[in-house]
């Protein structure tokens, strides 16, 4: 049982609150209705997510058996068979159709369905394409983003949409920078083009794309739009900073090597990530009132 949980990386269902973003930062009223279509559709796009990691742990298998811990997983250490895992695969496919049947926005299931071919040919070939695979991690984080939008019937702004891809892309870069630091300069990612000598590149792109998503965040505090959103929109400015240091801390931390692991699931248990964010989210309360 542990094992089927473990597989289904239940952790990283996280990333799935992005789908809560436009309605949080479009300030609309509260209702049971809208509650409920987000509500389902964080479930669907973690169900999703776990059948998408699923068939990547088995399309992988051989190189995550041969990493120093992603050897451990349940599939490449044999505690799950490879039919085990097809056979999740199916009920959790089957289990999101039934879910969203329940959902007003039929398009919903479009958002999903593009998700899910992304993941399979990123998986099977688009992720051994140097760059670009950085690039479709940030388009998944986005496409959770406007699917939320979606079931609320919002168009994500300009301006979330360019802060957004530029965050995520900084933390895929900090996400495949953590996989190469400790490699040799002659030495390849397990199933990846990545070398031990490209980690000073990775960190400087990674490093360029959060400061872009602090300047595109910066440049939103001065539009008419944060003015007809917000009461009291001075309040953003700190979050604008503490923000700036999360960006600095987290590849303080993967320059140090003590991240090993997705920047993500990494914020969730780091003790400043995690004030950061409730300094944020207070910030945001106070702007808004």
Not at 28 to 50: D, I, R, T
Not at 68 to 79: A, C, E, F, N, V
Not at 82 to 108: D, H, S
Request: glycine content about 4%; proline content about 2%; charged content about 15%.
């Amino acid at each position: 049982m542990m094992s089927l949980i473990e597989v289904l990386r239940l952790h990283h269902w996280i990333k799935n609150l992005l789908i809560f973003l436009p309605f949080v930062a479009s300030q609309l009223p509260f209702s049971a209705n809208v509650l409920q279509n987000l509500f389902l559709g964080f479930l669907s796009f973690g169900l999703l997510a776990s059948a998408t990691y699923i068939l990547n742990d088995i399309l992988d298998l051989k190189n995550d058996q041969k990493h120093i811990t992603k050897k451990y997983r349940p599939l490449s250490s044999g505690k799950i068979s490879i039919q085990t895992g097809f056979l999740l695969i199916t009920v959790l496919i089957i289990a999101i159709f039934f879910i969203t049947k329940k959902l007003e926005e039929n398009n919903f299931l479009l958002f999903l369905i593009t998700y899910f071919l992304l993941s399979l040919f990123y998986s099977l070939y688009l992720k051994k394409i140097v760059l670009l695979d950085c690039f479709l991690l940030s388009i998944f984080y986005t496409i959770r983003i406007f699917a939320g939008g979606e079931l609320v019937n919002i168009t994500p702004s300009f301006w979330l949409t360019t802060f957004s891809i530029f965050l995520f892309l900084s933390l895929a870069f900090l996400k495949r920078y953590s996989e190469i630091s400790l490699m040799q300069n002659k030495q390849r990612v397990l199933g990846r083009n990545y070398y031990g000598s490209d980690k000073s590149l990775i960190k400087m792109l990674g490093i360029n794309s959060g400061y872009i998503s602090i300047l595109v965040l910066v440049l939103y505090l001065n539009s008419d739009t944060v003015f007809k959103l917000y009461q009291s929109p001075e309040w953003i400015w700190p979050g604008v900073f503490i923000f700036l240091f999360w960006i600095n801390w987290i590849w303080f931390k993967a320059h140090r090597n003590q991240i090993n692991q997705d920047p993500i699931v990494f914020a969730i248990k780091d003790k400043v990530s995690i004030v950061i964010f409730v300094l944020a989210f207070v910030f945001y309360l106070l702007s808004s009132n």
